[in-house]
T-cell receptor, first 111, second 112 residues
Framework: KNEVEQSPQNLTAQEGEFITINCSYS?????LHWLQQHPGGGIVSLFM???GKKKHGRLIATINIQEKHSSLHITASHPRDSAVYIC?????????????FGKGTHLIIQP | EAGVVQSPRYKIIEKKQPVAFWCNPI?????LYWYRQNLGQGPELLIR????????DSQLPKDRFSAERLKGVDSTLKIQPAELGDSAVYLC??????????FGQGTRLTVV
């Protein structure tokens, strides 16, 4: 069963700062997910990636399959980016298995 | 296109009472998941459906939890009777062939 570690658990930064959140997992995977959760509880999928790098607006996600590590970066951070960011990987590595999730990184961007 | 729809958004019940959550997945998504998220933790899988078949329910506490997905579309998750420790956010997600999983807004359950 895959295990996911995220860091940091909590992060407070000033508006405009470059943010990095890290994720490590234990079992080889088909793809890794970065998710965003707002206080109401709903989860939005930001990225699903299996290699290299993806970019959406100010968000960038990278993955190193050999090292079983991924990072989520936010450039020019803004208070509206404040949320919990969660890394998730397939429970047993791939297929339609359910996901196993990190505990999340609680990000606060101060104006 | 509508996303994954869950209801209710919030539910407060007394312990020992029954409660049910409903999920309508994205049209055409054969795979449906129910997750439970305790405060400060990541979600944990309760059950996975492929169409109407529960293919992984190993984490579902079967003494009080039950789920069904009639006709392989909507799904309900039931707890009877609820305990204080069941207070959590219950998330539904669906996935199509070759697509990523899409999540609903969740149902926040408080058992008092």
């Amino acid at each position: 069963k895959n295990e996911v570690e995220q860091s940091p658990q909590n992060l407070t930064a000033q508006e405009g700062e470059f943010i990095t959140i890290n994720c490590s997992y234990s079992v080889g995977i088909s793809a890794l997910h970065w998710l965003q959760q707002h206080p109401g509880g709903g989860i939005v999928s930001l990225f699903m990636l299996s290699s290299g790098k993806k970019k959406h607006g100010r968000l960038i996600a990278t993955i190193n399959i050999q090292e079983k590590h991924s990072s989520l970066h936010i450039t020019a951070s803004h208070p509206r980016d404040s949320a919990v960011y969660i890394c998730a990987v397939p429970l047993n590595g791939g297929g339609a298995d359910g996901l196993t999730f990190g505990k999340g990184t609680h990000l606060i961007i101060q104006p | 296109e509508a996303g994954v729809v869950q209801s209710p958004r919030y539910k407060i019940i007394e312990k020992k009472q029954p409660v049910a959550f409903w999920c309508n997945p994205i049209s055409g998504h054969n795979t449906l998941y129910w997750y439970r998220q305790n405060l400060g933790q990541g979600p944990e899988l309760l059950i996975r459906y492929e169409n109407e078949e529960a293919v992984d329910d190993s984490q579902l506490p079967k003494d009080r939890f039950s789920a069904e997905r009639l006709k392989g579309v909507d799904s309900t998750l039931k707890i009877q009777p609820a305990e204080l420790g069941d207070s959590a956010v219950y998330l539904c997600a669906s996935r199509g062939v070759g697509t990523e999983a899409f999540f609903g807004q969740g149902t926040r359950l408080t058992v008092v």
